[in-house]
């Protein structure tokens, strides 16, 4: 397994945001996470990636490494990468800049320095800005590139914000809502880029998703929270038809009529 949890847990005060959650993830798996608002899907990404610690008791497993409450850079020095649902961009630096950024979270320039010497570092620069113009170009922002970040549109962000994660070319890519607020046509073209960069760069990757028809169409294997625990799990076809999923959703954000339109895919 790429990525395993046994009793995750974390509480915020009184409540249980991650409820002893058991997860397997295997190499070049696409996992879908789905779930109301608020059942705890952003605070497992959280939690995986090292921004909070996990309560006593939890274990997570990275790529044979065990990670629980390991410091984030050091789970990204791993080769885990993951995306916000609010968007983090640095708004005043060019969109390679911003890339590049993306980059030296993974390999930072003292790293560099130690191992290159100062001479060679800016040869080394420059073979790195090549690969990542590359990588603008793969999500056709290359012409873009000198643009403050402040300047792209919204789905143009979300590809950079993608572009980004993917710099330091990570083993398991969480994306949190990589489509929300998109157009459906740019849900498409977002989609149809993440497929092909997974098989570019070999990635697994686990992608929370409210647009469903995303998460049915794409999956693999659906895991679906529901107040901090995992309430079910299957191929998307499984998991459309389980009953605990299609109560968790009714009478929550979507209506009855919504969710199974959404379901039904
Ligand atoms: N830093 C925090 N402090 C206190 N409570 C928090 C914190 N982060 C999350 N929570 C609470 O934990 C629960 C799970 O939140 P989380 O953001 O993980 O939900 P989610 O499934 O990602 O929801 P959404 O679909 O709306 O993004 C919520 O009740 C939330 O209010
Ligand atoms: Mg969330």
Redesign the pocket.
């Given at each position: 397994m790429l990525l395993k949890t046994k009793k995750l847990m974390k509480a915020?005060?009184g409540?249980k945001?991650?409820d002893k959650i058991d997860i397997e993830i295997p190499q070049g798996e696409i996992r879908g996470i789905i779930?109301?608002?608020?059942?705890?899907?952003?605070?497992?990404f959280?939690l995986i990636s090292g921004v909070?610690d996990s309560d006593p008791g939890s274990y997570i497993e990275f790529n044979d490494h065990d990670i629980t409450n390991e410091p984030a850079h050091e789970i990204g020095a791993l080769g885990l990468a993951r995306t916000f649902?609010l968007l983090r961009l640095y708004q005043d630096m060019s969109v390679i800049n911003n890339v590049m950024s993306g980059y030296h979270t993974k390999v930072p320039y003292s790293f560099a320095a130690a191992v290159l010497g100062r001479k060679k570092i800016w040869d080394h620069e420059k073979k790195i800005r090549d690969e990542m113009m590359e990588l603008l170009s793969f999500v056709g922002l290359a012409d873009f590139a000198e643009m403050n970040a402040s300047e792209l549109s919204g789905g143009q962000r979300r590809l950079l914000v993608l572009a980004r994660a993917i710099a330091g070319k990570p083993k398991l890519l969480m994306l949190?809502?990589p489509a929300a607020g998109l157009s459906p046509h740019n849900v498409d073209n977002l989609m149809k880029i993440i497929m092909q960069l997974k098989d570019k760069y070999g990635l697994t990757l686990i992608i929370?998703e409210?647009i469903l028809k995303v998460v049915m169409d794409t999956c693999d294997t659906v895991t679906v929270?529901d107040h901090?625990q995992k309430i079910a799990e299957g191929t998307p076809a499984e998991v459309k038809d389980d009953n605990a999923v299609i109560e968790a959703y009714l009478g929550k954000k979507m209506n009855d009529d919504e969710m199974r339109k959404a379901l039904a895919v």
């Open positions: 915020f005060g409540l945001a991650i779930g109301p608002n608020g059942s705890g899907k952003s605070t497992f959280n909070y649902q949190d809502e929370i409210h929270f901090g």
